[in-house]
T-cell receptor, first 113, second 112 residues
């Protein structure tokens, strides 16, 4: 399968813990996006990469959030000192370039208890 | 500020009925995608429209991009229970960043 892959699919963590999610984009896609989606809402943009460069970060991405794409392939999204409000589905997508179709992974469902 | 508004937000219809979902904005988009999402899964791309006035068909689904590339519609003919899901439109703006901006979503339920 050459689709976008996200791990883990589900994560339950205690408030205050750090969590890290991984996204493997479609091979040769140079753009990678992170979105957050809460129940019943459309995805909200968090950040995106062009190869290894992080080109934009949303105001939703507080100092507790950091994303990396060190070699321009897979990406990680880390949330430090998690809060209950961080509970959401975290979606990753990739596209060949900025104006091409974006394909999404299955998401990582985070629950902070 | 929500750049893309979808209507209706919720729709519950009987199998066999037709429906139309709208995606509206005051902004111009270089392209617009429609996705369907099921609970606990990521959005699945249905179609991309690029040219103003463009119409694309995918079996019983018809997608149209407005002439001014500010709005789009999705029409489903003879809806089936398998069409149930969250329908999302997402636009790419013509200037500035190329991130995808999502609409508010339309939750469709088709009853057998």
């Amino acid at each position: 399968d050459t689709g976008v892959s996200q791990n883990p699919r589900h994560k339950i963590t205690k408030r205050g813990q750090n969590v890290t999610f991984r996204c493997d984009p479609i091979s040769e896609h140079n753009r990678l996006y992170w979105y957050r989606q809460t129940l019943g809402q459309g995805p909200e943009f968090l950040t995106y990469f062009q190869n290894e460069a992080q080109l934009e970060k949303s105001r939703l991405l507080s100092d507790r959030f950091s994303a990396e794409r060190p070699k321009g392939s897979f990406s990680t999204l880390e949330i430090q000192r998690t809060e209950q409000g961080d509970s959401a589905m975290y979606l990753c997508a990739s596209s060949l370039d900025g104006n091409a179709e974006a394909f999404f992974g299955q998401g990582t469902r985070l629950t902070v208890v | 500020t929500q750049l893309l508004e979808q209507s209706p937000q919720f729709l519950s219809i009987q199998e066999g009925e037709n429906l139309t979902v709208y995606c509206n904005s005051s902004s111009v988009f270089s392209s617009l995608q429609w996705y369907r999402q099921e609970p606990g899964e990521g959005p699945v791309l249905l179609v991309t429209v690029v040219t103003g006035g463009e119409v694309k068909k995918l079996k019983r689904l018809t997608f149209q991009f407005g002439d001014a590339r500010k709005d789009s519609s999705l029409h489903i003919t003879a809806a089936q229970p398998g069409d149930t899901g969250l329908y999302l439109c997402a636009g790419v703006k013509t200037s500035g960043t190329y991130k995808y901006i999502f609409g508010t979503g339309t939750r469709l339920k088709v009853l057998a």
